[in-house]
T-cell receptor
Framework: GAVVSQHPSRVICKSGTSVKIECRSL??????MFWYRQFPKKSLMLMAT?????????EQGVEKDKFLINHASLTLSTLTVTSAHPEDSSFYIC??????????????FGPGTRLTVT | QKEVEQNSGPLSVPEGAIASLNCTYS??????FFWYRQYSGKSPELIMS????GDKEDGRFTAQLNKASQYVSLLIRDSQPSDSATYLC???????????FGKGTRLHILP
């Protein structure tokens, strides 16, 4: 099956610092990667869509200067939360898709990163 | 109207019975349909995809799609306590890679 890894699984950082989260597709080439955020007992919220080699497309209300996304290769995307604040504490989850040539838009999720900003 | 609607539950089903989860979607052009399972504190896991009208079976799971009624369902046979989770219905419209998620139905299998 399609495997997506995410690192780190858990991070605690101080307010004002930046945190980078990596997302890798391990056994397929991901034409598109997605970043989601999920607060406790709430729905998944799509933050942005990224395609390899191009700028990410952010959903309405998501600050692109705060959540920097880089999709450097077909197997790696990173999300950097800049100048983190306690309200950024959440569960960040990436997913990867092989697109039309893959499995008809199936998205495979990484295990998630739990960010706590103190 | 929400794009993908699900009853939030919780849906309580006795162990060994059939659990039936339902989902409706608003955009008639939607082409691909997915069911994800999410355990508390974990990320979603894809359990079924369905693309054409009718039933698709995989082990204890059966996905059903009715495009005319804009309805997709998931049946879980011989429900087990380990099936207790939130089930997310998701839809792709075919215009881009994004899939639209419903808010999920919490399923509780009673031992």
């Amino acid at each position: 099956g399609a495997v997506v890894s995410q690192h780190p699984s858990r991070v605690i950082c101080k307010s004002g610092t930046s945190v980078k989260i990596e997302c890798r597709s391990l056994d397929f080439q991901a034409t598109t990667m997605f970043w989601y955020r999920q607060f406790p007992k709430k729905s998944l919220m799509l933050m942005a869509t990224s395609n390899e080699g191009s700028k990410a497309t952010y959903e309405q209300g998501v600050e692109k200067d705060k959540f920097l996304i880089n999709h450097a290769s077909l197997t790696l995307s990173t999300l950097t939360v800049t100048s983190a604040h306690p309200e950024d504490s959440s569960f960040y989850i990436c997913s990867a898709s092989g697109g039309r040539l893959g499995s008809s838009y199936e998205q495979y999720f990484g295990p998630g990163t739990r960010l706590t900003v103190t | 109207q929400k794009e993908v609607e699900q009853n939030s539950g919780p849906l309580s089903v006795p162990e060994g019975a059939i659990a039936s989860l339902n989902c409706t979607y608003s955009d008639r052009v939607s082409q691909s349909f997915f069911w994800y399972r999410q355990y508390s504190g974990k990320s979603p896991e894809l359990i079924m995809s369905i693309y054409s009208n009718g039933d698709k079976e995989d082990g204890r799971f059966t996905a059903q799609l009715n495009k005319a009624s804009q309805y997709v369902s998931l049946l879980i046979r011989d429900s087990q306590p380990s099936d207790s989770a939130t089930y997310l219905c998701a839809v792709n419209k075919g215009r881009d890679d994004k899939i639209i998620f419903g808010k999920g139905t919490r399923l509780h299998i009673l031992p």
